[in-house]
């Protein structure tokens, strides 16, 4: 029943006009939007009605939630599923937005059951089922550049995508078969080991090293990469960019 009222109620925020004001923010915010083919172009403006609709927002830390906002986050969350059939991340209901980086509580084990508790800045988190949290200080850059490998909303809802698997992210988003399964975890390893001896060597990569954290964060940092300088990561990582391509199913270079 909660299904069928969820379908009806997607049904009915999609029969709206797609806002006039809108896509004038999206010149400006969402530049990438302007060169997909027009069949994507339709699938994302509805993906944003949805999304924009169908959340709650919260503005933190002073900040007042404004359509500028909200269809900006929208825009780049919903680029990701563009080649999935209608998803629009259900299972985030609550989106975070801080003017700038926000202090959050931080626990550290240190060892023999010892836990160091304090806090630590936050560009952004994601949690199991949301809420996504976003700072939109670190999110203008990028959106007004269109260029660079940064983007902190394609970030945050890679590790969305990776929590489908369960509560603890580690890299692996769903894949649909287990050939694919297994070539995934057989690239994205041997890249991220190729990745940990660069930096140990102090080598310069198109990979940001914070890739390094963990194989969640690989993950997260490489969907940025691929959809900001997709170019750049089939020439140094093409392995990388192929299991992307074919997770995502689409080719933002072209």
């Given at each position: 029943m909660a299904q069928l009222f969820q379908n009806y109620r997607r049904r009915h925020m999609l029969t709206?006009?797609?806002?006039?004001?809108?896509?004038?923010i999206l010149v400006r915010t969402a530049p990438f939007r302007q060169h997909l083919d027009a069949?994507?172009?339709?699938?994302?403006?509805?993906?944003?009605?949805?999304?924009?609709?169908?959340?709650?927002?919260?503005?933190?830390?002073?900040?007042?939630?404004e359509d500028e906002h909200r269809v900006t986050i929208a825009a780049h969350a919903m680029?990701?599923?563009?080649?999935?059939?209608?998803?629009?991340?259900?299972?985030?209901?609550?989106v975070l937005v801080y003017p700038s980086p926000y202090e959050a509580p931080h626990r550290q084990p240190i060892g023999s059951g010892l836990v160091l508790e304090g806090?630590?800045?936050?560009?952004?988190?994601?949690?199991?089922?949301?809420?996504?949290?976003?700072?939109?200080s670190d999110i203008v850059p990028t959106i007004h550049q269109d260029c660079g490998p940064h983007n902190l909303i394609l970030h945050e809802f890679a590790h969305q995508l990776?929590?489908?698997?369960g509560s603890e992210a580690d890299?692996?988003?769903?894949?649909?078969?287990?050939?694919?399964?297994?070539?995934?975890?057989?690239v994205m390893?041997?890249?991220?080991?190729?990745?940990?001896?660069?930096?140990?060597?102090?080598?310069?990569?198109?990979?940001?090293?914070?890739?390094?954290?963990?194989?969640?964060?690989?993950f997260a940092v490489t969907t940025e990469l691929f959809f900001e300088s997709p170019h750049l990561l089939?020439?140094?990582?093409p392995e990388v960019f192929r299991v992307l391509k074919r997770f995502y199913k689409q080719d933002p270079g072209t």
């Open positions: 709206h006009p797609f806002p006039g004001m809108w896509e004038a069949a994507f172009r339709e699938k994302l403006d509805r993906g944003i009605m949805y999304f924009v609709n169908s959340r709650v927002w919260e503005g933190c830390g002073g900040l007042c939630i680029r990701l599923t563009l080649g999935f059939e209608d998803d629009y991340f259900d299972d985030v209901e609550t806090h630590s800045s936050r560009r952004g988190e994601s949690w199991y089922h949301g809420p996504v949290i976003l700072a939109w990776d929590y489908r698997n890299g692996v988003p769903p894949i649909e078969s287990a050939e694919q399964a297994d070539e995934w975890i057989s390893d041997a890249a991220y080991d190729r990745l940990l001896k660069q930096c140990k060597r102090g080598q310069a990569t198109s990979i940001d090293q914070y890739a390094t954290t963990n194989m969640a964060e690989f089939s020439i140094q990582w």
